[in-house]
């Protein structure tokens, strides 16, 4: 078992944070890659070629999200299994998952390829965007099976305890994502479509990467007829863990489509500057994401090992990192927001003091976005994929109503609180049913043990 990590033993802040930190470095050169794709595409394209791109995002974040969910899902039940030393519940889980795995790659990659174009028009995206924007994004759901590959290798790993080389392969292949970038965008001259191209060829590598280390390293896989054959039983488990996890990013997303159909309505300078503000702004959120998927992962470990009191501390423990990188990103945007949005948008002052006031308003509100990672993380690593899934909710309403009151108002003031107001609303609920969930299982257990 080689690179993987015991994460019910050892002092809970320090395991958190010594797990979590391969995470955080993989989603902050993961966002550097991606801000650098999109100063490839605004500089060696054109602004509007940013736009284009931006306009895919709330889709992407649709089906993409999906997949991204669906795999964290498949990986709760080996990593519950894992902190339970239950040797045969792995294998059977992994074998299955592999199944889903196949399955979903399929369905998505064949139905999306027909339906971007429509999806695309349906949202309003602007007609001068419009053709680009198609070009970006079709090919990554058409080969959306590299996604999952990528996925679910690293989400398997991380349930295993290991986090750092996902985050060696992840390096390696955003460095080459970049190179590939620059001789398809530049070079070749072939525009979106070699930035999506780009991304595709090194995600793929990276997924190769992840599979063989998991199954020459790790050495938890075991390749056994009795381990290979289908399961219903553990099948239909995965399914009700996975798939209400995957609808959970989606249902968020449909908010985040809402979201942009309100930018939309404000026109291609807004899509353009809130496109760049994002795009900055995920670089500093992310991390707080790879947190919350350590999380998932301390939980679903101790959660096996019965360990409830451990849970406890670990919450608050990461909810106290989260706060410390708050403050931390909230000095560092007021200061630099205004040329971060120069780096991407180039000169265009107007549409630069709309990027850096998007991000300065957002940053103060960052609090809700990391707690909320913390709380909802640990319902996934609990096993409640359904009470996830209403979370989502929580989400899309707050988007919803966001979106209503910026289309009215017509104000891009309006488009900076659309996300913290969903984040804040997903955060009570999640918040109330982890402490509710919790006190039901120390009570279960307490009368387990009683009995025995």
């Given amino acids: 078992m080689h690179g993987s990590t015991d994460l019910t033993i050892g002092r809970p802040r320090q395991q958190i944070i010594f797990f979590s930190l391969p995470l955080v470095f993989g989603t902050v050169f993961q966002q550097l890659y991606s801000f650098i794709d999109s100063i490839i595409v605004g500089r060696l394209i054109s602004s509007e070629a940013l736009g284009s791109v931006g306009a895919t995002y709330s889709l992407s974040f649709l089906i993409i999200g999906f997949v991204q969910g669906f795999c964290v899902g498949l990986g709760i039940p080996i990593a519950q299994s894992f902190g339970a030393h239950h040797t045969k519940d792995i294998q059977q889980y992994f074998w299955n998952s592999v199944y889903l795995c196949?399955?979903?790659?399929?369905?998505?990659?064949?139905?999306?390829?027909?339906?971007?174009?429509?999806?695309?028009?349906?949202?309003?995206?602007?007609?001068?965007?419009?053709?680009?924007?198609?070009?970006?994004?079709?090919?990554?759901?058409?080969?959306?099976?590299?996604?999952?590959?990528y996925n679910f290798s690293a989400s398997v790993l991380r349930a295993f305890g290991d986090s750092k080389h996902p985050f060696y392969f992840l390096v390696g292949a955003s460095l080459l994502n970049i190179l590939l970038d620059l001789f398809f965008v530049g070079n070749l001259k072939l525009g979106v479509c070699g930035a999506a191209y780009a991304t595709l060829i090194a995600q793929f590598i990276s997924g190769l990467a992840n599979i063989f280390w998991l199954v020459t390293k790790i050495n938890m896989i075991k390749f056994k007829k009795k381990y290979l054959a289908f399961s219903s039983h553990y099948f239909y488990r995965l399914i009700y863990i996975s798939v209400p996890m995957g609808l959970e990013y989606s249902i968020s997303a449909i908010g985040a489509i809402i979201m942009q159909l309100a930018i939309n309505a404000l026109g291609p300078q807004v899509v353009i500057a809130q496109t760049a503000g994002e795009k900055i702004r995920q670089m500093f959120t992310l991390p707080m994401e790879s947190v919350g998927m350590g999380m998932a992962t301390f939980i679903s470990q101790n959660y096996g090992a019965k360990k409830i009191q451990r849970i406890r501390q670990g919450i608050h423990d990461g909810v106290t990192i989260q706060v410390g990188y708050c403050i931390f990103c909230i000095a560092v945007i007021m200061l630099s927001a205004t040329p971060l949005s120069y780096l991407v948008i180039g000169k265009n002052q107007h549409l630069i003091q709309l990027s850096a006031r998007y991000l300065r308003l957002m940053s103060l509100t960052f609090f809700f976005h990391g707690s909320l990672m913390i709380y909802r993380n640990t319902l996934q690593g609990l096993g409640f994929s359904i009470e996830a899934v209403l979370s989502g909710v929580g989400e899309l309403i707050g988007r919803s109503c966001g979106s209503l009151i910026a289309i009215v108002l017509m104000s891009f003031t309006?488009?900076?609180?659309?996300?913290?107001?969903?984040?804040?609303?997903?955060?009570?609920?999640?918040?109330?049913?982890?402490?509710?969930?919790?006190?039901?299982?120390?009570?279960?257990?307490t009368s387990d043990q009683r009995r025995l």
């Fill in 102 to 149: 196949i399955i979903i790659s399929t369905v998505f990659g064949f139905g999306m390829t027909i339906l971007t174009p429509i999806l695309l028009t349906i949202m309003h995206t602007p007609q001068q965007l419009l053709p680009a924007a198609i070009a970006f994004i079709q090919p990554q759901f058409t080969w959306i099976g590299i996604t999952v590959l």
């Fill in 414 to 445: 309006a488009v900076c609180f659309i996300n913290p107001v969903a984040w804040s609303l997903s955060l009570l609920y999640c918040y109330w049913m982890v402490n509710r969930k919790l006190a039901n299982i120390t009570t279960s257990l």
